[in-house]
């Protein structure tokens, strides 16, 4: 059974900066595309980020450009989400997920397009 767990959630304040991971076993890490959501309370679930197989291209969600950051490390098969200039908007949970695409392409925004997902860890931005 594949599994993506991520780590590292918690609360901070408006202003502060939080790192999430994503850590990945029974699959193939290289062979996906790996993409960042949230979904707050009463909200839909929404794409904040995506990185390549390759590592090379990277898509942001308007609201987040600027200050998240998605990276990947396949050593550790870990994909990360560093959060700066939080918000009390970007409060949500905030899950993983694996899209098998090619090398190249650029990461899928659309959650319907990720064939696992992870539980999700939160965040909390106080003001």
């Known amino acids: 059974q594949v599994l993506l767990v991520e780590s590292g959630g918690g609360s901070v304040q408006a202003g502060g900066s939080l790192r999430v991971s994503c850590t990945v076993s029974?699959?193939?890490?290289?062979?996906?595309?790996m993409g960042w959501f949230r979904q707050a309370p009463g909200k839909e679930r929404e794409f904040v980020a995506g990185?390549?197989?390759?590592?090379?291209?990277?898509v942001y969600a308007d609201s987040v450009k600027g200050r998240f950051t998605i990276s990947r490390d396949s050593a550790k098969n870990t994909v990360y989400l560093q959060m700066n200039s939080l918000k009390p908007e970007d409060t949500a949970v905030y899950s993983c997920?694996?899209?098998?695409?090619?090398?190249?392409?650029?990461?899928?925004?659309?959650?319907?397009?990720?064939?696992?997902w992870g539980q999700g860890t939160q965040v909390t931005v106080s003001s």
């Open positions: 997920a694996a899209d098998y695409r090619e090398y190249w392409a650029i990461p899928n925004r659309g959650l319907n397009e990720y064939n696992y």
């Open positions: 029974r699959l193939t890490f290289n062979n996906y595309a």
């Open positions: 990185i390549s197989r390759s590592g090379r291209v990277t």
